[in-house]
């Protein structure tokens, strides 16, 4: 995938997730529910930890450094459940402002490798064959698409 197809897929992604969050009533953000027993807010800040990681990881496999990956549903469920307990009482207008500042890293960070890097296997050993967009993908767009739609249903089944 070249970098201005991923900067878009992005870009894209992000619209859709700021107008359904926008979308969601103030006085339900912190309604149980949204997403399992998670709020809106909840999914939020856990957006927000998972991009926080693809920062720092972009950063990473740009400076050569150490890159840590998750490669088990069970790291998963528990980087989720920490992440969870961790942020469970941030404030909302804390929780976007940190989704604004990680959305504007991850352009910029995208921004610093070309098409041949974003597609290249192996283009450090923590990522496997797995191609560089495809970790971004799953971390921004790919990401908000499996949330959006459940709070999506949850808004049409509970207003």
């Known amino acids: 995938m070249k970098l201005t197809e991923v900067l878009s897929k992005v870009e894209a992604g ?37 991009q926080a990681t693809l920062v720092t990881m972009l950063f990473n496999v740009r400076q050569g450094g150490t890159v840590k990956t998750v490669n088990s549903e069970e790291e998963v469920q528990e980087n989720n459940q920490r992440w969870y307990e961790q942020g469970k009482d941030r404030l909302w207008e804390l929780a976007w402002a940190d989704s604004e ?8 960070r995208v921004r610093e490798f070309n ?15 797995k191609p560089l967009w495809q970790w971004v993908a799953q971390d921004t767009w790919g990401h908000v698409e499996e949330h959006a739609e459940l709070i999506k249903q949850w808004l049409a089944n509970n207003s």
């Open 115 to 129: 098409d041949e890097e974003l597609n290249r296997a192996n283009l450090h050993p923590a990522l496997g064959k």
């Open 101 to 108: 500042g990680l959305h504007r890293q991850i352009l910029r």
């Open 14 to 50: 992000r619209k859709a997730w700021v107008e359904l969050l926008e979308s969601v009533p103030v006085e339900r953000r912190d309604e149980p529910g949204a997403c399992g027993e998670w709020t809106v807010k909840d999914v939020l800040v856990h957006m927000n930890y998972w």
